[in-house]
């Protein structure tokens, strides 16, 4: 594959408009919001315009409550805007991991919401009309026996909780899932599928300001005080409210001390290529499903709207963004569609996500009034759509659901800011050793 004349790269140091991605560049229009001026008041304050923060805000707006959003830089600015794409469900852990850690109680009842967000996502769609690209199907590809018994086993417990949109598929119709003959088979969950993330999180933005919500860009929050009424303050002002919810995620930044030691930022990466053709993409990819593999280094890839095919990737523990990040993801193109090799790729980005150490969401207090959302460890689309209504129904007074998640301890990674990346990368090597010997 070739790099096109005109780089189109991410602007790493760009602070107040979307990197450039090929999610910006095929973003509906949109209007830029103004920056917090002045003081204001709302029910609700929310810290951050993805979709933990607008997924919240549109719960509680539907509530009737009065809600502000305080933005950095841009609606899906960060992580929300430029992921996969991917409605995968379920958590990065398994469902047996969960129960023996967490007991059987926690592990039914997390199972048994771990369908919910990709839920929320489609009837938000339909509600309110969102263009987004949405596409049903997703597919978990296998490259060992081991891998087929843990997705035979995943949709055994899928199937307990009342997923019936289930299919384990041989090698012969993995193929028609990806043409590639990598795959000896896999799982199909037709509850999955796949989105524009900007474009999802835009639309939602919009349906909230339809509800009387507010979004305050280019707003970063510089401090906040907890207190009765806690405070929400920026360069141009502040925000007071009855409740605060922070949702910054790996881009919070310093505002909240409390939470960056909870969580390790992960970069992971993607290309588009040029736009391909029908025949083409309908050839890589029959179905239209998005695809990701079982190893703990995963790829994952689809077909966009316009067909192209994004591909990602090349996940690094310390949330770098590499110099050059087509070097990380061609070869792994071309050994999966060698029939690409030549074609140019025409965006490459970095996706920051919060990785926790148990790699379960995290979400809590920092007092009665501040509630935080963060920790879906490479699982975002979904699980951000599902604990924002789960805030909002915890603020609303209702949490028995919102407790299953905020009970699970979570704890600061070994070694402090100086260790945990070097700690982390080398269980993610001994993990990939063992995949590529087979164990």
């Known amino acids: 594959m070739t790099q096109p004349a005109r780089a189109m790269q991410p602007e790493a140091n760009s602070k107040t408009d979307y990197v450039r991605t090929y999610y910006a560049h095929s973003a509906n229009p949109a209007t830029a919001r103004p920056a917090l001026a002045g003081d204001v008041t709302a029910d609700v304050c929310v810290l951050g315009a993805g979709f933990s923060g607008i997924s919240t805000a549109l719960h509680l707006a539907e509530k009737g409550l009065k809600v502000v959003?305080?933005?950095?830089?841009?609606?899906?600015?960060?992580?929300?805007?430029?992921?996969?794409?991917?409605?995968?469900?379920g958590y990065s852990r398994d469902y047996d991991t969960i129960l023996g850690r967490y007991g059987e109680a926690t592990a039914k009842a997390l199972l048994n919401m771990s369908f919910e967000g990709g839920d929320i996502?489609?009837?938000?769609?339909?509600?309110?009309?969102?263009k987004c690209d949405h596409k049903a199907g997703a597919f978990f590809a296998a490259f060992t026996d081991s891998q087929m018994k843990f997705l035979e086993r995943r949709r055994e417990v899928w199937e307990s909780a009342g997923n019936k949109d289930l299919e384990m598929l041989?090698?012969?119709?993995?193929?028609?899932?990806s043409a590639t003959g990598l795959y000896i088979g896999g799982l199909l969950d037709k509850r999955g599928g796949h989105i524009h993330p900007l474009n999802l999180t835009l639309g939602q933005a919009a349906a909230l300001e339809s509800l009387g919500g507010k979004i305050y860009e280019q707003s970063r929050v510089t401090r906040i005080e907890k207190g009765k009424r806690p405070v929400a303050y920026t360069e141009g002002g502040k925000v007071t409210a009855d409740i605060l919810v922070v949702c910054g995620n790996a881009y919070i930044g310093d505002?909240?001390?409390?939470?960056?030691?909870?969580?390790?930022?992960?970069?992971s990466q993607i290309v588009t290529t040029e736009v391909l053709g029908?025949?083409?993409?309908?050839?890589?990819?029959?179905?239209?499903?998005?695809l990701e593999d079982c190893n703990f280094l995963l790829d994952?890839?689809?077909?966009?709207?316009?067909?192209?095919?994004?591909?990602?990737?090349?996940?690094?523990?310390?949330g770098a963004e590499p110099k050059d990040i087509q070097r990380r993801l061609v070869p792994h193109i071309e050994r999966t569609f060698p029939s690409l090799k030549g074609k140019k790729i025409d965006f490459a980005w970095s996706c920051n996500f919060a990785l926790t150490l148990t790699r379960m969401p995290h979400i809590g207090r920092l007092s009665d009034s501040v509630y935080f959302i963060h920790g879906d460890s490479g699982h975002g689309v979904t699980t951000c759509h599902l604990l924002g209504r789960l805030t909002a129904e915890a603020i609303k007074g209702q949490l028995s659901r919102y407790d299953v998640f905020a009970s699970m301890r979570n704890y600061p990674f070994p070694g402090g800011r100086a260790f945990r990346v070097p700690l982390t990368a080398l269980g993610a090597w001994y993990y990939g050793m063992r995949e590529k010997l087979g164990i």
């Open 121 to 130: 996502i489609r009837e938000r769609i339909a509600k309110y009309n969102i």
């Open 300 to 318: 994952y890839y689809r077909i966009t709207g316009d067909k192209r095919l994004l591909f990602g990737g090349g996940v690094i523990y310390s």
């Open 170 to 177: 041989d090698k012969a119709k993995a193929r028609e899932v």
């Open 278 to 290: 029908a025949e083409i993409t309908d050839g890589l990819m029959p179905k239209g499903y998005c």
């Open 69 to 89: 959003v305080l933005e950095a830089v841009r609606v899906g600015w960060g992580a929300s805007g430029r992921n996969g794409g991917q409605i995968i469900n």
């Open 255 to 267: 505002a909240v001390p409390e939470l960056p030691s909870k969580f390790m930022s992960v970069s």
